[in-house]
């Protein structure tokens, strides 16, 4: 099986659309704060930085997406441990406070010698530097690299597995390409004012708001819904209220204001939208299949990690919806906790259903044996839902009729 041109563009476009997911994003303000500071005067050098970052992001997602194909491991679990994750948390708050001008970043001279000169030693740090972003940024892209995880297990080789992933990285990384290439060139415009040390304030403040997700994410995984709002309330009354950036100019101390109060009535909204009602899950137990299976009851099971952005919308948008409500009410509904892939308790259910990332729903009939062609991997809306349980329920039909 080889993939055509058209195949490859499609996943070239599919990973440029990854640049819209929430989870995705904030990794602007690491190119931002990585490439902000550098008084690159010539386009074609800050081209070829910013090439080597992008680099390097597309060498991590290509080796994670083969690794996890060819081990068949589950996608996103390589950050799940405590101390990644406080590390993540760490870099991301030394990252943030740069772009409030209180420091900026030099490679120690011992380091240069050793390395053999300053240009390649910032080469290679920009390199490295793509290298840890595909890393912390990979469990946020988990559904559609399940989907290409699948197509590289049918292409059964490794080397076409590598490009897939690679040419996906490439239209992620667009984005970064270009603003890595002209950030580092803002330091050179002409009269760039205030304003624009006002929008590197922004960027560090998502990146603080990033580095309080993964130390929640480590410590207290329970308050994550927390992060968000947090984020946007500080950060309104800051950016909008105590920050004195740009004060001098009455328009500019206007947009300010309006900006802040805009953060902060979208955190209001946030918690506003939280469902008061929604479906009713049970933890996951081999037994409760089993108990499933004699009382001749179908089964679906939700797989989900506190990490991971789409399972909190399915969450929030798809389970509370009350037709959804009403069409699982005939199922065993049950959850399983991903958050941690490599605990025993969660790699039976992954391994035993084969789940290859978050979220992944799948339906179960009467007698215990998966309803094919009904799995869904990532966000689903309500009425996508209920096209699939119609499905499930159309083929319940049918067995019974044989």
Same mark, same amino acid.
């Given at each position: 099986?080889?993939?055509?041109?058209?195949?490859?563009?499609?996943?070239?476009?599919?990973?440029?659309?990854?640049?819209?997911?929430?989870?995705?994003?904030?990794?602007?303000?690491?190119?931002?704060?990585?490439?902000?500071?550098?008084?690159?005067?010539?386009?074609?050098?800050?081209?070829?930085?910013?090439?080597?970052?992008?680099?390097?992001?597309?060498?991590?997602?290509?080796?994670?997406?083969?690794?996890?194909?060819?081990?068949?491991?589950?996608?996103?679990?390589?950050?799940?441990?405590?101390?990644?994750?406080?590390?993540?948390?760490?870099?991301?708050?030394?990252?943030?406070?740069?772009?409030?001008?209180?420091?900026?970043?030099?490679?120690?001279?011992?380091?240069?010698?050793?390395?053999?000169?300053?240009?390649?030693?910032?080469?290679?740090?920009?390199? $490295? +530097? #793509?290298?840890? @972003?595909?890393?912390?940024? /990979?469990?946020?892209? %988990?559904? *559609?690299?399940?989907? =290409?995880? !699948?197509?590289?297990?049918?292409?059964?080789?490794? $080397? +076409? #597995?590598?490009? @897939?992933?690679?040419?996906? /990285?490439?239209?992620? %990384?667009? *984005?970064?390409?270009? =603003?890595? !290439?002209?950030?580092?060139?803002?330091?050179?415009?002409?009269?760039?004012?205030?304003?624009?040390?006002?929008?590197?304030?922004?960027? %560090?403040?998502?990146?603080?708001? =990033?580095?309080?997700?993964?130390?929640?994410?480590?410590?207290?995984?329970?308050?994550?819904?927390?992060?968000?709002?947090?984020?946007?309330?500080? %950060?309104?009354?800051?950016?909008?209220?105590?920050?004195?950036?740009?004060?001098?100019?009455?328009?500019?101390?206007?947009?300010?204001?309006?900006?802040?109060?805009?953060?902060?009535?979208?955190?209001?909204?946030?918690?506003?939208?939280?469902?008061?009602?929604?479906?009713?899950?049970?933890?996951?137990?081999?037994?409760?299949?089993?108990?499933?299976?004699?009382?001749?009851?179908?089964?679906?099971?939700?797989?989900?990690?506190?990490?991971?952005?789409?399972?909190?919308?399915?969450?929030?948008?798809?389970?509370?919806?009350?037709?959804?409500?009403?069409?699982?009410?005939?199922?065993?509904?049950?959850?399983?906790?991903?958050?941690?892939?490599?605990?025993?308790?969660?790699?039976?259910?992954?391994?035993?259903?084969?789940?290859?990332?978050?979220?992944?729903?799948?339906?179960?009939?009467?007698?215990?044996?998966?309803?094919?062609?009904?799995?869904?991997?990532?966000?689903?809306?309500?009425?996508?839902?209920?096209?699939?349980?119609?499905?499930?329920?159309?083929?319940?039909?049918?067995?019974?009729?044989?």
């Amino acid at each position: 099986m080889e993939l055509s041109p058209i195949a490859f563009l499609g996943i070239f476009l599919s990973g440029l659309a990854l640049n819209l997911t929430p989870c995705v994003y904030p990794m602007f303000s690491v190119t931002v704060a990585l490439f902000g500071g550098r008084n690159e005067k010539r386009l074609p050098v800050a081209f070829g930085k910013a090439f080597l970052y992008v680099a390097g992001m597309a060498s991590m997602y290509s080796f994670l997406g083969v690794f996890a194909a060819v081990t068949g491991s589950f996608f996103g679990a390589i950050i799940q441990n405590q101390w990644i994750l406080l590390a993540i948390s760490l870099l991301m708050f030394i990252l943030g406070l740069s772009m409030f001008g209180l420091y900026e970043f030099q490679v120690p001279s011992a380091a240069l010698n050793w390395i053999g000169g300053k240009r390649r030693a910032g080469n290679i740090g920009i390199f $490295l +530097s #793509g290298l840890f @972003v595909g890393i912390f940024a /990979a469990p946020c892209i %988990g559904p *559609p690299i399940v989907a =290409l995880l !699948t197509l590289v297990g049918e292409l059964s080789n490794p $080397l +076409s #597995g590598f490009l @897939v992933f690679f040419v996906l /990285a490439l239209g992620l %990384g667009l *984005p970064y390409l270009i =603003l890595g !290439t002209f950030s580092g060139l803002l330091t050179k415009l002409p009269k760039s004012g205030e304003w624009l040390v006002w929008i590197k304030k922004i960027f %560090g403040v998502a990146l603080l708001g =990033l580095s309080l997700f993964y130390l929640v994410l480590s410590l207290y995984p329970d308050f994550l819904p927390l992060v968000i709002p947090a984020t946007f309330v500080t %950060g309104g009354v800051y950016l909008g209220f105590l920050d004195q950036t740009g004060n001098k100019t009455s328009v500019f101390k206007i947009i300010k204001r309006l900006v802040g109060i805009t953060a902060i009535l979208a955190a209001a909204l946030f918690f506003q939208s939280k469902p008061t009602v929604g479906v009713v899950w049970e933890p996951y137990t081999l037994e409760k299949i089993s108990s499933a299976k004699q009382a001749g009851k179908p089964v679906v099971i939700d797989f989900y990690a506190d990490w991971c952005i789409p399972c909190h919308e399915l969450e929030r948008y798809t389970y509370s919806n009350p037709q959804v409500i009403q069409a699982l009410e005939p199922f065993v509904r049950l959850k399983v906790d991903a958050t941690n892939p490599s605990t025993p308790k969660t790699m039976e259910p992954v391994e035993r259903f084969e789940v290859l990332g978050v979220p992944t729903v799948l339906f179960l009939d009467p007698k215990g044996r998966e309803v094919p062609k009904a799995r869904i991997t990532g966000y689903a809306s309500a009425a996508e839902f209920l096209k699939t349980i119609e499905l499930v329920q159309k083929t319940f039909k049918h067995e019974s009729s044989k």
